[in-house]
């Protein structure tokens, strides 16, 4: 749709609608407000969230791994936004990476560097009142409330043009319509159809299914068995991509990606010996927990942007399997400053906001390199004996010459780009330590100096 206005701005009073109060949604609201009061610009800003984050899961659950990794801590930090104990449920200080060949404890690559494992909610379904806690999403939309946004705690239902402008109406008939239509409502839900014959070249991102589960073991339980780790297996199970077990209070949640996840699938993961290592030797599943399986964005969207209106966070781009929280916060900064300094028009957008898309865009095709080699090394028994050695040697070393141990650490977190992490691999001595321990391992001097386990 055609602005009726050239090159259209955000003015004094201008109202500013954000479809979703998750993230994406909160990080535009807030940043789009605070940039605006350092110039003093006065904006009207709408948040439309139906989802009470006060709520356990489902109703107050964004259905997340709750990983957030330690770059954006530290951007966050610097952005004056230090995420409060009662948020981060348990601060991470090391991977343990677990494979049939053995498992090993890889430690932050600069022995500062933290991740914070949150719930996206107030807990899983079925938590106790007293175990409660404070959600990671309710915390940043209380943020862009305090810079000023005001929440319409419904959900949309229609959007359309009125005069070049976007407008929205929920359910009880009442609506507006906005200057400016951030849209930030992830790929889990159907209300990106809304958009569809509204003469957008939008289209939404490519998804595939993951599966969460959170399994209740005590925070004593999980002091002895997961500690402050979280634990990643590279298991040769058919169809799975990618596990995880993130320890969070008093709860352990337990992250699954890959193709056609079905009960099958999950039962081997769980049964297999390197899961059952890291739990009490009498646990199962309980028959009744707190599980979903949402959908996670592979494959940016095209175009989202128009005249009057941007796509943030998973409706628009995020990082291949990684980050995701990071990619709602670039995109959304990205989105508030483009509108507020440069404009609101699909140009505007095009020049300043979609390189920031694009650059999210062609690393994710660096980490679709990355993960194929991956799943070869996941294949291959051979592969996997010798970078466990390559691992295990380098943690006995300083964190300069931890050259397998960061590119993993990266990898899992998030980190960073996925391009540098494919630089990385391509280090002479990167390649040529790998090769070596590949071959030591293989030899029956090196099978039996392996380690079986580490933790």
């Not at 957030?68 to 936004?81: D, M, P, T």
């Not at 949150?118 to 309710?138: A, Q, S, T």
């Not at 040769?236 to 077990?245: D, G, K, Y």
């Not at 990619?327 to 028009?345: D, H, L, S």
Request: aromatic residues 10%; glycine residues 10%.
């Amino acid at each position: 749709m055609k602005s009726t206005v050239s090159n259209p701005k955000l003015d004094d009073r201008s109202r500013v609608g954000v479809m979703g109060g998750g993230p994406a949604g909160s990080f535009f609201g807030y940043f789009l407000l605070h940039i605006a009061e350092r110039i003093g610009l006065e904006l009207n800003v709408d948040i439309y969230e139906a989802r009470d984050f006060s709520l356990t899961a489902p109703q107050g659950c964004n259905m997340c791994g709750g990983i957030i990794s330690e770059s954006l801590v530290q951007n966050l930090a610097a952005e004056g936004i230090n995420l409060p104990t009662s948020v981060v449920q348990r601060g991470l200080d090391s991977y343990f990476l677990h494979m049939d060949v053995g498992s090993v404890r890889i430690e932050t690559p600069l022995q500062e560097m933290r991740i914070a494992a949150v719930h996206r909610g107030c807990g899983p379904r079925g938590i106790k009142e007293e175990l409660k806690v404070r959600g990671f999403d309710g915390y940043l939309l209380e943020l862009a409330l305090a810079k000023g946004a005001k929440l319409i705690h419904r959900r949309v239902d229609g959007v359309g043009w009125e005069g070049g402008r976007p407008w929205v109406k929920t359910p009880d008939g009442s609506g507006a319509t906005y200057d400016l239509l951030a849209v930030a409502v992830g790929v889990n839900t159907s209300a990106m159809r809304l958009f569809d014959g509204l003469g957008l070249k939008y289209q939404p991102p490519r998804s595939t299914k993951t599966h969460i589960r959170e399994f209740f073991l005590g925070r004593e339980t999980i002091k002895k068995y997961l500690g402050s780790s979280m634990h990643v297996f590279l298991l040769n199970i058919p169809r799975l991509e990618f596990a995880a077990l993130i320890p969070k209070g008093d709860y352990v949640t337990l992250c699954l990606l890959g193709h056609d996840i079905d009960k099958q699938l999950i039962d081997s993961f769980i049964s297999s010996a390197e899961v059952q290592h890291c739990l009490p030797p009498d646990w199962e599943p309980p028959a009744d927990f707190c599980h979903c399986a949402p959908k996670i964005s592979i494959k940016g969207a095209i175009e989202p942007f128009a005249d009057h209106m941007v796509f943030v966070g998973d409706c628009g781009v995020t990082r291949l399997y990684k980050d995701g929280i990071g990619a709602a916060y670039r995109t959304a900064k990205a989105a508030a400053i483009t509108a507020v300094f440069e404009g609101i028009g699909a140009e505007d957008f095009r020049q300043h906001y979609w390189p920031v898309c694009q650059s999210v865009n062609s690393d994710n095709r660096i980490g679709e390199v990355v993960f194929a080699a991956a799943r070869q090394i996941q294949k291959r028994r051979f592969a996997r004996r010798g970078m466990l050695r390559m691992v295990e040697r380098e943690q006995k070393e300083s964190g300069s010459r931890r050259r397998m141990s960061s590119v993993l650490w990266d990898t899992f977190t998030g980190s960073a780009p996925y391009q540098q992490v494919f630089l990385r691999t391509l280090h002479p001595a990167f390649v040529g330590r790998l090769m070596w321990d590949i071959a030591v391992s293989n030899t029956p001097f090196g099978r039996t100096q392996g380690s079986g386990r580490t933790h």
